[in-house]
């Protein structure tokens, strides 16, 4: 699944390190959602899209979809 | 004070494994001195040993080595580790199941190897049950 976490990471300024702490996850579990290669389970995609101030479709992006 | 115990609890999981790793070492050379076998009694704790200490300095630096040391909280280090747990079970409950046969066809008692497939399938079926009324 595609997501947009790097981006809006980098527009907060915050180290994955930073993110991962703040969302009570691990600096390699954030950079795994990144790269697409995990997808969060619906509460922490949740707690990340409320992080950024965002609903979750508009962080997360299921691959068949246009846009 | 939630935060304090979250941290006691966090620090416990953490030397959880090394500490288990040396009271192994520890069980290991009580076994083997009590056997008369001094050198035996070194090297099985000294394997646990340096196993406990790998875990320590290592787990800052690799994620597979933080893995091994505990799983914590987070969702992906979890699904990470009971995947690796139901891996390796598969593996040994193959390896029962082919001796299982193995001693059979040579017309032996298969003993261990019988008890184990046997409660491994049990306990499958059980947590099969288990889990589908339960998710």
Avoid at chain 1, 31 to 44: C, F, H, K, T, V
Avoid at chain 2, 68 to 86: F, Q, S, V, Y
């Amino acid at each position: 699944m595609r997501n947009d976490v790097r981006e809006l990471r980098a527009a907060k300024g915050l180290s994955q390190q930073a993110l991962g702490q703040a969302l009570g996850v691990s600096r390699q579990t954030i950079n795994a959602i990144e790269q697409g290669r995990y997808d969060p389970s619906l509460p922490l995609a949740i707690r990340m899209a409320r992080y950024f101030g965002r609903t979750v479709e508009e962080v997360f992006h299921v691959d068949d979809e246009r846009s | 004070m939630s935060t304090m115990r979250g941290h006691e609890a966090a620090r416990t999981r953490r030397w959880l494994v090394p500490g288990l790793c040396v009271v192994a070492g520890a069980g290991y050379a009580a076994v083997f001195l009590a056997h008369h076998r001094p050198i035996a009694a070194v090297i099985g704790a000294g394997v646990m040993l340096a196993y406990a200490l790998v875990l320590v300095i290592f787990s800052r630096r690799s994620e597979a080595v933080a893995l091994l040391r505990e799983d914590g909280p987070d969702e992906r280090r979890a699904l990470i580790t009971t995947r690796a747990a139901a891996t390796t079970l598969y593996a040994l409950m193959v390896l029962s199941v082919i001796m299982l046969f193995v001693q059979l066809a040579r017309g032996a008692d298969p003993g261990a190897w019988g008890v184990v497939s046997g409660v491994g399938g049990f306990v499958f079926i059980v947590s099969i049950a288990y889990e589908s009324r339960r998710r």
